[in-house]
């Protein structure tokens, strides 16, 4: 398939991205940390097609990005009392939240009890969810290949893989600290742009 690249400072490109995968298509696109790959997260079709462009081994969960704060309750079947403390203090931004999943999300994204959850700190990405819903969304990258952070490392691993690229320039990140919060105590599971220290200060961490 050929592989579209929509400016994201042109009239009706985010609208035309969120038609996109309304659609069933896959879009990658910018976040606050590193380009993102999306699927609609309750679109099982979606989904599997988003494993399959990136090579990706089905038993590796994929986390899902909200627009805001009540978003979550789409996704979670409830937000443990850690969990918000983690969100009101570092919500938006570079923080994924492990919590109890609600029952429709797609086993495939998690074939476990809980699910990854997270705000982004880019205005951008969250128009763009605001107008899609919750997305499943995993960097856009091939499975084992480098988190790409402009639109040519996207196209470098994923061209013709996915229907379209909306681009919003470089990002500056580095993948999200993950941190499993539907066990006392939370632990950390990837390592990130925030910090253990940063986060002890809110909970006890194991």
Known sequence: METIVLRADEPGAIERAAEM???????????????GLGA???????????YRAKDRPSERA???????????????????????????????????????KRSGVPDLLSGGSTIGV???????????LTLTGPLAVTSANRSGWPAP??????????????????DGGATEGTPST??????????????????EEQLRVFTRLA
């Open 21 to 35: 995968l309304r659609a069933r298509k896959l879009v990658a696109f910018p976040t606050d940390t590193v380009y």
């Open 40 to 50: 609609l997260a309750f679109d099982v079709e979606g989904v599997a097609a988003l």
């Open 62 to 100: 994929i986390a899902i990005l909200v627009a805001d704060k009540p978003m979550v309750d789409q996704v979670a079947e409830h937000i443990p009392d850690v969990a918000r403390r983690l969100m009101d203090k570092f919500w938006p931004g570079a923080l994924t939240l492990i919590v109890p």
């Open 118 to 128: 997270r705000l982004p700190a880019f205005d951008l990405t969250r128009r763009l």
């Open 149 to 166: 952070r402009s639109v040519a490392g996207v196209l470098e691993q994923l061209e013709s893989r996915i229907h379209a690229v909306l």
């Open 178 to 195: 993950v941190v499993d919060c539907s066990r006392l105590p939370p632990s950390i599971v990837r390592s990130g742009p925030i910090t």
